[in-house]
């Protein structure tokens, strides 16, 4: 089944304790991209990958690291995370670009204490 | 930078009626996508329809349709015929193509709309 995979799912952590959100798509996609939802906020795109080795930054990258050294794998890296960034958290993933369909995931419920 | 607005936060309409969600974006771009994305109850995000800024004619997809006006930066979103699962959040969102020659493959979203449809 075509799919994009995110775990975990829930994490409740505390302020300074590094994490990292897996992703993991399996259809072969070039483009991949994390985004957080906060209430009266809507999306907002955080990192996006074209390729492997090739990220960049979206409307709001502080406090996150991604990296890509394998085309299905796009892992969201908080070194140090705050209370700020506690939020719903998806990642998404298209054929080649953000202008095709956007597929994603499931989605990761953070809770910063 | 691009902005995408939704001014209408909540919505509700009875079932089998006709709904209209409102989306304006600011650009200096010509050329660009508009996109509406779903999420229902169960957060899974998805594409409800696509529009290239360069086509004259309005997207449609069976019982969703848009309005878009490019002189007025209005892209609104038509769902005929309503059913229960079309309770959802519905984001509007935009892309800059013309940027994207240059490496900037940015997708912007809007707020959302909370659609209820009633029984």
């Known amino acids: 089944e075509a799919q994009v995979t995110q775990n975990p799912r829930y994490l409740i952590t505390v302020t300074g304790k590094k994490l990292t959100v897996t992703c993991s798509q399996n259809m072969n996609h070039e483009y991949m991209s994390w985004y957080r939802q906060d209430p009266g906020l809507g999306l907002r795109q955080i990192y996006y990958?074209?390729?492997?080795?090739?990220?960049d930054k979206g409307d709001v990258p502080e406090g996150y690291k991604v990296s890509r050294k394998e085309k299905r794998n796009f892992p969201l890296i908080l070194e140090s995370p705050s209370p700020n960034q506690t939020s719903l958290y998806f990642c998404?993933?298209?054929?080649?670009?953000?202008?095709?369909?956007?597929?994603f995931g499931p989605g990761t419920r953070l809770t910063v204490l | 930078a691009q902005t995408v607005t939704q001014s209408q936060p909540e919505m509700s309409v009875q079932e089998a009626e006709t709904v209209t969600l409102s989306c304006t974006y600011d650009t200096s771009e010509s050329n660009y996508y508009l996109f509406w994305y779903k999420q229902p109850p169960s957060r899974q995000m998805i594409l409800v329809i696509r529009q290239e800024a360069y086509k004259q004619q309005n997207a449609t997809e069976n019982r969703f349709s848009v309005n878009f006006q490019k002189a007025a930066k209005s892209f609104s979103l038509k769902i005929s015929d309503s059913q229960l699962g079309d309770t959802a959040m519905y984001f509007c969102a935009f892309m800059d193509v013309e940027g994207a020659d240059f490496g900037n493959e940015k997708l912007t979203f809007g707020t959302g709309t909370r659609l209820t449809i009633i029984p």
């Open positions: 990958s074209m390729n492997v080795e090739v990220t």
């Open positions: 998404a993933s298209s054929l080649l670009r953000a202008t095709d369909t956007q597929y």
